[in-house]
Nanobody, 116 residues
Framework: VQLQESGPGLVKPSQTLSLTCTVS??????????WSWIRQPPGKGLEWIGT???????YYNQALKSRFTISRDSAKNTIYLQMNNLQPEDTAVYYC?????????WGQGIQVTVSS
């Protein structure tokens, strides 16, 4: 299973940005896969953003739920992360993670910088 993140790398404060995670080697709608977005701000640890299950049900970090939305396109086998009203503290490397029946799969990560 391979995951590849893509999207813009630089946005200004208050803007919206969407990231894409393209999955290959597994169908995102197949039980029991779960697909997550995780980020790591500079000098800090990993932070879970949210997860979308094989069923399509989403789960969110309550601290980010009001601004972040996870969705999917099963036909494209792709997971999306929409982030609204971005602030400088949202600057981080964003990772896509797939949790399968026997192991986890990580994308390489994508740098997102929020700066004026």
């Amino acid at each position: 299973v391979q995951l590849q993140e893509s999207g813009p790398g630089l946005v200004k404060p208050s803007q919206t940005l969407s990231l894409t995670c393209t999955v290959s080697g597994a169908s995102i709608g197949t039980k029991p896969y779960y697909w997550s977005w995780i980020r790591q701000p500079p000098g800090k640890g990993l932070e879970w953003i949210g997860t979308i299950a094989y069923s399509g049900a989403p789960y969110y970090n309550q601290a980010l739920k009001s601004r972040f939305t996870i969705s999917r396109d099963s036909a494209k086998n792709t997971i999306y992360l929409q982030m609204n009203n971005l602030q400088p503290e949202d600057t981080a490397v964003y990772y896509c993670l797939g949790a399968g029946p026997s192991q986890n799969y990580w994308g390489q990560g994508i740098q997102v910088t929020v700066s004026s």
